[in-house]
């Protein structure tokens, strides 16, 4: 309850199935702009204190730094140093899915 009113909060996390592997295995970005570890957050609250209910939305995304990188896990190691792997001198999976972010949201 938030000053007499019922509210009703939902919290939903979709992870891409594009690029995806486990945190510290599979980083940067695919040849087709989609990153590792990209994980949409959505929280819906929902006022029930109208007749017709009133709903609200807050949606935040992360992922993986959108270049080619990559870097050692390693427990002797606390911060590896990270490898720029690949040279992309035209940025085209950076642009790629910078594009796709644009048509999405």
């Given at each position: 309850h938030?000053?007499?009113?019922?509210l009703n909060?939902?919290?939903l996390a979709r992870r891409s199935?594009?690029?995806a592997g486990t945190r510290y295995l599979k980083r940067g970005v695919s040849d087709r702009?989609?990153?590792a570890n990209d994980v949409e957050h959505e929280?819906?609250?929902h006022d029930e204190?109208?007749?017709e209910g009133v709903f609200s939305s807050y949606l935040q995304i992360r992922?993986?730094?959108p270049t080619f990188w990559t870097q050692e896990s390693s427990v002797t190691m606390p911060k590896p140093p990270i490898v720029l792997n690949r040279v992309d001198p035209t940025y085209q999976a950076t642009q790629a899915h910078f594009d796709d972010l644009m048509r999405r949201y």
């Amino acid at each position: 309850h938030d000053y007499g009113r019922s509210l009703n909060l939902m919290l939903l996390a979709r992870r891409s199935r594009h690029f995806a592997g486990t945190r510290y295995l599979k980083r940067g970005v695919s040849d087709r702009g989609k990153v590792a570890n990209d994980v949409e957050h959505e929280q819906i609250i929902h006022d029930e204190t109208t007749s017709e209910g009133v709903f609200s939305s807050y949606l935040q995304i992360r992922g993986s730094i959108p270049t080619f990188w990559t870097q050692e896990s390693s427990v002797t190691m606390p911060k590896p140093p990270i490898v720029l792997n690949r040279v992309d001198p035209t940025y085209q999976a950076t642009q790629a899915h910078f594009d796709d972010l644009m048509r999405r949201y």
